[in-house]
């Protein structure tokens, strides 16, 4: 059986429930692709591709020993290491000199569109499409011309959670076995969860980092201030805690999620000072409503707030509420 009429086999199985198969229908119906059709990568004009790799800096800053450290193995092997934006838009291509005319005519290059819009299923535009790691061999792709490619790619998220790129290993070795793949899948996924930490430590790099137990090499990561007010947290840590911007906003404590994070204050004054600013957080700032969350009076909290150094700094500027009158 030819690749295209296994793909269109697959796709009008309705008991066909492989996740490749689900790629291949949202190839057919959402994007209207054809698994015979010869279309390679669109790329980026130059103008546009330098437009988008000064956009993807702090990615491709914080991705660069990872890169170095997977070529050291990979590449030499003659494998391929391609780093893309959250749109599969190639930025950077690693691999050996003597390999390169191979993974160019395949469209891996800087500059080009990996979605699955453009290229079909494939490890970077199927990876950023369910956003998880997968691996895509040989004759799982949905173009019949990548069938002579097998990748292994992990989406990459920064310090919101939100997806920012994705990491991928592809060979065109015929020698490519299903059980070398997972290993270049795990390979992969550990390159990504050590990059989103580069990337989560850059943006909070004054506070005080948690890691927590994750699953797999991606640990959850919080990152709180001296009262441990929760500022920011990994996209591992949002989904073992079930929390969101929102949460973050509210101004929570780490002991909100971490049993026996109380004991981390020096002494109840410090103990004190985190409470009130967490309920100020609660409040956006208006004192009134914070002592009510309290159980105090709106003047025993700012004879608290000056008793304990709590100021407009210890605030966002768009949430304070000036309350002059109970000073």
């Given at each position: 059986?030819?690749?295209?009429?296994?793909?269109?086999?697959?796709?009008?199985?309705?008991?066909?429930?492989?996740?490749?198969?689900?790629?291949?229908?949202?190839?057919?119906?959402?994007?209207?692709?054809?698994?015979?059709?010869?279309?390679?990568?669109?790329?980026?004009?130059?103008?546009?591709?330098?437009?988008?790799?000064?956009?993807?800096?702090?990615?491709?800053?914080?991705?660069?020993?990872?890169?170095?450290?997977?070529?050291?193995?990979?590449?030499?092997?003659?494998?391929?290491?391609?780093?893309?934006?959250?749109?599969?838009?190639?930025?950077?291509?690693?691999?050996?000199?003597?390999?390169?005319?191979?993974?160019?005519?395949?469209?891996?290059?800087?500059?080009?569109?990996?979605?699955?819009?453009?290229?079909?299923?494939?490890?970077?535009?199927?990876?950023?499409?369910?956003?998880?790691?997968?691996?895509?061999?040989?004759?799982?792709?949905?173009?019949?011309?990548?069938?002579?490619?097998?990748?292994?790619?992990?989406?990459?998220?920064?310090?919101?959670?939100?997806?920012?790129?994705?990491?991928?290993?592809?060979?065109?070795?015929?020698?490519?076995?299903?059980?070398?793949?997972?290993?270049?899948?795990?390979?992969?996924?550990?390159?990504?969860?050590?990059?989103?930490?580069?990337?989560?430590?850059?943006?909070?790099?004054?506070?005080?980092?948690?890691?927590?137990?994750?699953?797999?090499?991606?640990?959850?990561?919080?990152?709180?201030?001296?009262?441990?007010?929760?500022?920011?947290?990994?996209?591992?840590?949002?989904?073992?805690?079930?929390?969101?911007?929102?949460?973050?906003?509210?101004?929570?404590?780490?002991?909100?999620?971490?049993?026996?994070?109380?004991?981390?204050?020096?002494?109840?004054?410090?103990?004190?000072?985190?409470?009130?600013?967490?309920?100020?957080?609660?409040?956006?700032?208006?004192?009134?409503?914070?002592?009510?969350?309290?159980?105090?009076?709106?003047?025993?909290?700012?004879?608290?707030?000056?008793?304990?150094?709590?100021?407009?700094?210890?605030?966002?500027?768009?949430?304070?509420?000036?309350?002059?009158?109970?000073a």
């Open positions: 059986m030819k690749h295209a009429e296994r793909v269109w086999a697959a796709v009008t199985a309705s008991d066909h429930h492989a996740a490749y198969a689900t790629s291949w229908r949202r190839c057919i119906t959402l994007h209207g692709l054809d698994p015979d059709g010869e279309r390679t990568p669109p790329r980026l004009e130059a103008v546009q591709l330098r437009r988008a790799l000064e956009r993807a800096a702090p990615l491709m800053n914080a991705a660069r020993g990872e890169l170095d450290r997977l070529f050291e193995t990979f590449g030499r092997a003659g494998c391929c290491l391609v780093l893309t934006d959250e749109s599969g838009l190639a930025l950077e291509r690693r691999g050996r000199a003597g390999d390169a005319d191979d993974f160019e005519s395949c469209g891996l290059a800087p500059g080009a569109l990996w979605d699955e819009r453009s290229a079909g299923t494939n490890g970077i535009g199927t990876a950023l499409a369910e956003t998880r790691p997968v691996s895509i061999f040989r004759d799982l792709h949905f173009l019949t011309m990548n069938t002579k490619l097998s990748c292994a790619t992990a989406p990459i998220s920064d310090h919101r959670g939100r997806i920012v790129g994705a990491l991928d290993i592809s060979s065109a070795r015929d020698d490519m076995t299903t059980p070398v793949l997972n290993i270049y899948l795990h390979a992969a996924r550990e390159a990504a969860a050590q990059i989103e930490t580069t990337l989560f430590r850059s943006a909070f790099a004054k506070a005080r980092i948690i890691m927590v137990p994750g699953n797999g090499p991606r640990h959850g990561l919080l990152a709180v201030d001296g009262d441990d007010v929760v500022l920011g947290a990994s996209s591992a840590a949002r989904r073992l805690f079930d929390i969101d911007d929102a949460w973050i906003k509210s101004g929570r404590l780490a002991s909100d999620l971490l049993e026996g994070e109380e004991g981390t204050a020096a002494d109840f004054t410090s103990a004190e000072r985190r409470a009130l600013r967490a309920a100020l957080m609660k409040t956006s700032g208006n004192v009134s409503a914070a002592a009510r969350l309290l159980g105090t009076s709106r003047a025993t909290l700012h004879r608290k707030m000056k008793r304990l150094g709590l100021t407009r700094n210890d605030m966002p500027a768009t949430e304070w509420e000036t309350d002059e009158a109970a």
